[in-house]
């Protein structure tokens, strides 16, 4: 299953303010308003998302510090997010002030050949523990937990190259550095990253 459908199948989209939290280029705000959802994005860089969706709703700011009104939303969403939030625990304040229903959190787990592959370009097993520590320290009621996969389909490095620049472009000294070693341990194939979703209640 994809991240949509995952979502899709636990709550109910269509008609609902749906804020997507990082939203980086906008893939899943348009998801989301495809889905039904009347949708909309904050990230600290909304550049590239409002070039590709020029008619989309985005937002400049961060999860610690939203840009919206209370109670102004029914869900947001936090895909693969809440680690790269400097504290995670400073999102949950905002996330209880400017959401009404649910608080939905896809994030990915330190484990698997694909977590494996890319640690010496980024080790974050710290950063995602901290965000599950963050997660069980909420204060939120916890309504539901999925586990579930997403397949990347590499055939070739050079799609790994563009996958972790994409995400964060500031990686790109320390990939040089380890293309090498990379390019040794590479298999071609199939990379599932385990997934785990909280969807949460503001208390």
Do not use: W
């Not at 999102?91 to 640690?119: C, K, N, Q, S, T």
């Not at 070739?156 to 790109?172: G, H, I, N, Y």
């Amino acid at each position: 299953m994809d991240d949509l459908e995952v979502l899709a199948n636990a709550i109910t989209l269509d008609g609902r303010t749906v804020l997507d939290v990082g939203c980086g280029d906008g893939e899943f705000v348009r998801a989301l308003r495809g889905a039904g959802a009347d949708a909309l994005g904050v990230d600290v860089d909304v550049t590239r998302a409002l070039q590709l969706d020029p008619d989309g709703r985005y937002l400049t700011g961060g999860a610690q510090a939203l840009p919206l009104e209370d109670q102004s939303v029914d869900v947001a969403t936090l895909m693969r997010s809440l680690h790269h939030v400097p504290d995670p625990h400073s999102a949950f304040p905002e996330l209880r002030r400017v959401v009404r229903d649910l608080v939905y959190i896809a994030e990915p787990l330190p484990v698997g050949a694909f977590f494996e592959l890319l640690r010496p370009v980024d080790d974050e097993t710290e950063v995602r523990a901290q965000a599950q520590a963050a997660i069980q320290a909420s204060g939120f009621e916890s309504l539901q937990t999925i586990e579930y996969d997403v397949v990347r389909q590499l055939d070739r490095l050079e799609q790994l190259k563009a996958m972790v620049l994409a995400a964060d472009p500031t990686r790109a000294d320390r990939y040089a550095l380890q293309e090498e070693n990379l390019r040794e341990r590479f298999t071609p194939g199939a990379y599932p990253i385990p997934m785990r979703v909280d969807i949460l209640r503001p208390r």
